[in-house]
DNA sequence: TCGATCCTGTAG
DNA sequence: CTACAGGATCGA
């Protein structure tokens, strides 16, 4: 589920969690923690109180009134929850926290590939210097997508999917983006022109913003299924189906380990 | 810069 | 059974 629209609806349905004091805090996959110790970061976070909750890129991070933060970064199958009572948490929950007041926010994640740490303010700084521009702020312009992509013979759906340049695209929005920017996923970001530049900018924060509508929509009623909310790719998991533009088949090829969605036909 | 790796579930 | 998955890191 997340890349960033994912990872914001998920951050805005914990926001009530701020303020509250952590009774205790338990892994119950104690490797989502590597290389830290989790019972350390247990016996660190319980009796703190969470003061806020922020999200950059697709990393989330719970501050607490030592100083500290909890960095959850959800990978591939992760989600967190905030449950109005710590017991009933299910199977597929890796760690949990109590809250004062019986409430809890629970971490699940069949995959358990997502990761939990404990962080001080400088190894979070360090950690987010990594990370490049959110996409969606006013400081996205135009201008830094283009000094970001020149000289870069890298190919778009590569740069797009690096957190380095831009923060919070995965598998799917940088193919919906290139899709609707016309641009063809191996084409070097570096070639693009002016027009192209634009179209893809634009794509990227339309793309994203869409689906920060769905995200939020969906992840805001009270956890059950909403299939209809869902984003409506155009090309993403549509092997061999029309694409929606010129009516060819949208083909799958690999890239960087992973299935790249596009339109031989108009992305070019 | 690329492939292997971390894990489990599900679809074909 | 194999292939593949909304991600990122590490070592060659």
Redesign the pocket.
């Not at 970064?73 to 591939?76: P, V």
């Not at 695209?169 to 799917?172: E, K």
């Not at 960087?256 to 299935?259: A, D, I, L, P």
């Given at each position: 589920?997340?890349?960033l629209?994912?990872v914001e609806a998920v951050c805005r349905k914990l926001r009530p969690a701020e303020g509250a004091r952590v009774i205790q805090m338990r892994f119950t996959r104690p490797?989502l923690a590597?290389p830290q110790r989790a019972s350390r970061i247990e016996q660190k976070v319980a009796g703190a109180v969470i003061q806020q909750i922020a999200r950059r890129?697709?990393n989330i991070l719970l501050w607490l009134d030592s100083g500290d933060a909890l960095h959850v970064?959800?990978?591939?199958t992760g989600n967190l929850l905030l449950v109005p009572d710590v017991r009933l948490r299910s199977v597929?929950t890796r760690a949990w926290m109590e809250l004062e007041g019986g409430r809890g926010i629970i971490y699940e994640d069949?995959?358990?590939?997502g990761k939990i740490h404990l962080l001080t303010r400088d190894e979070v700084d360090k950690k987010l210097s990594?990370v490049g521009i959110e996409p969606l702020s006013d400081t996205f312009t135009l201008e830094h997508l283009a000094s970001q992509a020149a000289n870069s013979?890298?190919p778009a759906k590569?740069f797009l999917?690096d957190?380095r340049h831009v923060a919070g695209?995965?598998?799917?929005y940088a193919a919906e983006a290139l899709f609707r920017a016309r641009v063809h996923p191996q084409r070097p970001i570096g070639e693009l022109r002016k027009p192209k530049l634009t179209a893809l900018h634009t794509a990227i924060r339309d793309v994203l913003a869409e689906?920060m509508d769905s995200?939020v929509a969906a992840y805001a009623e009270p956890d059950r299924f909403n299939e209809g909310e869902?984003?409506p790719c155009a090309v993403?998991?549509r092997e061999g189906e029309p694409c929606p533009r010129c009516g060819r088949k949208v083909k799958?090829i690999p890239q960087?380990?992973?299935?790249t969605y596009f339109c031989g036909g108009c992305q070019k």
């Open positions: 589920m997340p890349e629209p994912e490797s590597k890129g697709k970064h959800l990978r591939m597929g069949p995959r358990a590939l990594a013979r890298k590569l999917m957190q695209l995965g598998n799917i689906a995200a869902s984003f993403y998991d799958r960087g380990g992973r299935s």
